[in-house]
């Protein structure tokens, strides 16, 4: 392969840019040209392209954000459009593509694969809910932004002996929700994993405050119900005063955790390496700290699933 371009897509994830670094540095490394798609497919449509030289990527690494800007492009599910965007490759010689993003864009580039154009996925998300791999890039960025938030709302709630409801996102994903609510020493974690029993979260909260705990601290997942309806019938119900956050997209920016910043990078090299061996419709994932290519295909086949006891450990810490 000569050419190969990268872009990002879906949802931003601090860690893209270092993937988006990763790739332009190996392939520069290679003798491959490389070129850096502006506002993901949509930008691939309109041939928004910028070639990259050894200085595009610098100081980028420990930023959070994507340089090459993220778009959603729904026509993109369309073959003559997808068609028109291979036109926009081939006036610049691209004959593969790295897609940074989330499953979404991972459907996109396994069409592309099979119209003929190579490409490979890597999981760029906050979420964590990408199948076969045990992190996504920007997971744990995210993950540490929360627990910096609860450690905060701690202090408060503790100070007024409240109840306090955090919000975090996931989109249907309970990872960030369970791994904050330890690491922040949540009294309740609520995700699609556990299910939502509005009876039960109250029982739990009354247990907790008659064993003279002085503030209870809530973890949910978005998309479960509206927290400040749940906060209402807590503080009815339990004698708690009760205050509903919302994190929200704070969750989504800042600077890329170490540990993003190494995955970003090592999954990053790993796709132009499957591109030199002619490889597409492949997604890059971390399984048991080893970077493997997987079918797109099949990963797209799978659920992802919460690692088996996370939520039993997390009941036995309360
Ligand atoms: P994410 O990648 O984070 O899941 P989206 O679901 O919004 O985010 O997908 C990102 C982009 O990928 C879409 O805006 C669209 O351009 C492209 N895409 C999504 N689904 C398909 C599909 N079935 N076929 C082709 N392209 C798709």
Redesign the pocket.
């Known amino acids: 392969v000569k050419c190969i371009g990268v872009l990002t897509?879906?949802?931003d994830a601090p860690g893209m840019n270092a993937a988006i670094r990763a790739v332009a540095r190996t392939c520069l490394n290679k003798g491959i040209e490389v070129y850096g798609v502006r506002l993901?497919?949509?930008g691939l449509h309109e041939g928004k392209f910028m070639k990259f030289d050894r200085h595009s990527t610098r100081n980028i690494i420990n930023n959070g954000g994507t340089i090459l800007k993220s778009?959603?492009?729904?026509?993109?599910?369309d073959p003559e459009i997808?068609k028109e965007a291979i036109e926009q490759m081939k006036k610049v010689g691209m004959e593969a593509l790295v897609v940074i993003?989330?499953?979404?864009?991972?459907?996109?580039a396994?069409?592309l694969t099979e119209m003929g154009v190579n490409c490979i996925g890597l999981p760029?998300?906050i979420d964590n809910d990408i199948p076969d791999t045990d992190f996504t890039i920007g997971f744990d960025t995210a993950l540490n932004t929360i627990v910096e938030a609860l450690d905060r709302l701690r202090d408060t709630s503790s100070s007024h002996q409240r109840c306090t409801i955090l919000e975090v996102m996931g989109r249907r994903c309970g990872d960030l929700a369970i791994n904050a609510g330890i690491a922040a020493g949540a009294e309740l974690v609520i995700t699609s994993d556990t299910g939502y029993d509005e009876d039960k979260i109250i029982e739990r909260l009354k247990q907790s405050k008659a064993s003279d705990k002085d503030h209870a601290i809530v973890v949910i997942t978005e998309h479960i119900t509206d927290v400040n309806e749940l906060a209402k019938k807590v503080e009815a119900a339990t004698g708690f005063e009760t205050r509903a956050n919302v994190l929200g997209h704070l969750q989504r920016g800042g600077r890329p955790t170490a540990r993003d910043r190494v995955l970003a990078s090592r999954m990053g090299v790993k796709a132009v390496e499957l591109l030199e061996e002619g490889k597409g419709g492949l997604c890059v994932g971390e399984v048991h700290g080893q970077i493997t290519a997987f079918s797109i295909t099949e990963v797209l086949s799978h659920k992802h699933v919460a690692d088996a006891g996370i939520y039993e450990d997390a009941k036995k810490l309360r």
């Open positions: 897509s879906g949802g993901g497919y949509k778009a959603r492009f729904p026509e993109f599910k997808r993003g989330g499953d979404g864009s991972y459907n996109g396994l069409k760029g998300t």
